[in-house]
């Protein structure tokens, strides 16, 4: 892949409650670029599989539905779900988020040729004006090349806090310290797992967010992206 200035990639990764989902979604509706959130792609699927009687073991035709996934996610008014999802023109926001369609993503993510399918897929996303890319390896593998790449991070203990706050405000009851190892273990996974592992590019920008509030995040995200493609 080569610089596209016609399509260009701002490849935002970090690990779980860094903020990438919120920060993403105020950056693609300020660009007007499109979106991608790559971590629920392996939950899509998992439904279209199901949807479409694939079994879940059967790797060549779980490809082959990968390719061929007509997806789209679309910026919403709603800060608590920044982001729609649709899977052949149906609206599965809800249904990607259920206990099922968890453990379902987690039997197809180990598979090789899934997990091939799914990076030609994240690519496919790459449109003009242009596309904001929230994952975990979107700098380091998918867009390698993308004009700008950006490292969100905080501490376990601030990511817990945010996370513990978003589920009281909503009624429902949680232990910080349970959330906070979730976390922790979270982290472990995602750094130290053999398939690209969580790691910020070498040429990405780090933006350590503990100390600092959503706004802030932001406006620094714009400076770099401005700095980057103008």
Known sequence: ?????????????????????????????????????????????????????????????????????????????????????????????????????GTDASVVAPLSRVREAIKALQRSFKKPPGLVADGRDMGTVVFTDAEAKIYLTASAEARAERRYKQLIDKGISVSLHDLFLSIQARDDRDMNREVAPLVPAPDAIIIDSTDLTIDQVFEQVLTIVGEKIG
Not at 21 to 47: E, N, Q, T
């Open 1 to 101: 892949m080569t610089p596209d200035p016609v399509a260009p990639v701002i490849a935002v990764d970090g690990p779980v409650g860094s903020g990438k989902g919120v920060i993403c979604h105020r950056l693609a509706k300020a660009l007007g670029f499109h979106l991608l959130d790559s971590g629920a792609l392996y939950r899509l699927i998992g439904l279209a599989a199901r949807k479409h009687g694939v079994p879940l073991d059967d790797e060549d035709a779980l490809a082959d539905l990968a390719h061929e996934l007509d997806i789209e996610f679309r910026p919403t008014s709603d800060p608590e779900e920044p982001l729609s999802v649709h899977l052949e023109g149906e609206d599965v926001t809800r249904a990607i988020r259920t206990d099922q369609a």
